[in-house]
């Protein structure tokens, strides 16, 4: 049994997120694999190489992978699917963009966002916002499966995998990259972060986001998060959106701010290990999962905590 | 131009769910049953289409128990043409439903396929990719902006840093997030015009697709609850709680 893991990465570096798909791949059990398709993508490949427990990186270098497009690369993992048990992917937009497409190229089901191994053909996964978690087993020859970064550690490095090239399918040429605007920040990944500093439309506008917020993540060193209904009035880009929809996030601290604790944005943020909700109204249902509540004025105690932290 | 949208009835985002004793499943007796919020966006999204005077029809189809025709009624009032419904009581998984939306879209030859991203009871965000991949059409997910011109559809993608604008020849794939309209609300003179709209049924096996689940569900579980903690007096005993206590900071 071998498992092919699809590495997500930008040409240049490995994305934090395979090495949780690597986990997960270990835990199912069998050589492991990962594949890197993209282009330039040499330094992404040895960084690849250096995961444990990792037997082989294969590289497809070609210029039109440079964009992750979900056709070609989903045309590339199944050519390259003869042998392998599992396909592995973590659940990034990236890769639930192409992994329904391997799947269903394969006739096979794809099992979205696991959580959990319970053995090489039972996989726990969230449904219903995670208000429920249901244990499935797979009759298909392939797996096919997209991991919740959150429900596995991150694998150590320690491993010297042999990079091996393979050769680029075609390019398909269904779908064009026309721009492409990534938010820049110079703080942690929102996925990857220790402490994320979080507010919602409490906060009344981007304004009041920034100068209330943004002191307090410097002085943390935390990433910044925000509701749906924070990005749905602008105050900050989509990418911020921690929930059911959005990013799941599960940091050593979260801390709510003018979130009132919607199902769906609890869905996204409960199992972070130390929850803080600030919010004026006691009632609010983020104070159920808080490990530490405030009831106070966001606009009066975010500034004493920035100060105080 | 015809513009297909598949709806999926689903518990209403506002119900929370309970898992059931025997943990066979959540129990859905006698909840609320709603549109797909993102699949609202999709028809949403389709009647600006026509509206715009780019698509020619808006034809909305969903699989599954004999209910769902209630959500192809509440898409007809948003501004759909006609419904089809494919009337299954199986337990429907994405590359079924993607299949029997194949045989619908082989036979309605639509340009634009427009789902939403995810339903919100299996959140599997699976099914238009799926069924774009046996069109062998290209696909652009997680859309908050469509615009159709000259054969093409220029889509922005909502992805992990940021957006990301996709071009691609139609015919192609949608697949519809949050921020891509604001579904309007069905007026009663549109509710009650939508009931005279044309519904067809058939079955999976009308359309030849065998709807065999993959997948099959051991238990289902509730997950661990998180136990509410302490309120703290200010700022200063916050502080000092997740410095020592919790050790966080
Ligand atoms: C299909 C679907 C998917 C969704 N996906 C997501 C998702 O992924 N993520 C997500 O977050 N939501 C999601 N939602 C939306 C969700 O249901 C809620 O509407 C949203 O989370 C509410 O955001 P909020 O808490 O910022 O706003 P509100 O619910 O309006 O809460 C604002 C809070 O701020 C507090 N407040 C106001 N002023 C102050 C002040 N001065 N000081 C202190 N507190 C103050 C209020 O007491 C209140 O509790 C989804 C909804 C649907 C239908």
Redesign the interface.
Known sequence: MAILVIAEHDNQSLKAATKNAVTAAAKIGGEIHVLVAGSGCANAAAEAAKLAGVAKVKVADAAHYADQ???NI?ALVVANAAGYSHIVAPA???G??????????L???????IVGVESAD?FVR???????????????TVKVITVRTTGFEAVAEGGSAAVEAIAAGPDLG??????????KSERPEL?AAK?IVSGGRGLGNGENYKTLLEPLADK?GAALGAS?AA??AGFV???YQVG??G?IVAP??YIAIGISGA??HLAGM?DS????AINKD?EAPI??????????DLFE?VP??AA?? | MKVLVPVKRVVDYNVKVRVKSDGTGVDIANVKMSMNPFDEIAVEEAVRLKEAGIASEVIVVSAGVAGCQETLRTAMAIGADRGILIESDADLQPLAVAKLIKAVADKEQPQVVIFGKQAIDDDSNQTGQMFAALQGWPQATFASKVVIADGKATVTREVDGGLETLEMALPAVVTTDLRLNEPRYATLPNIMKAKKKPLETVKPEDLGVDVAPRLKTLKVAEPAKRQAGVKVADVADLVSKLKNEAKVI
């Not at chain 1, 006739?107 to 966002?113: C, E, R, Y």
């Not at chain 1, 969230?126 to 298909?140: C, K, M």
């Open positions: 497009t979900a056709e989903a990034t937009t990236n639930k963009n192409f992994a329904p497409r391997v799947a269903a190229l006739d096979v089901a794809q099992i979205s966002d039972t969230p449904i219903y916002a995670g208000n429920a978690l249901a244990t499935v087993q797979s009759a298909d269904k779908s064009k990259l026309v721009s492409r605007e990534l938010t996925t402490i943390l749906r990005v749905d880009p989509n990418d059911q929809t990013k050593q601290l199902i769906q409960k290990k130390v929850i803080v006691p104070f159920q999962v808080a490990d530490y509540g405030l009831v106070a105690v004493q905590l105080a932290v």
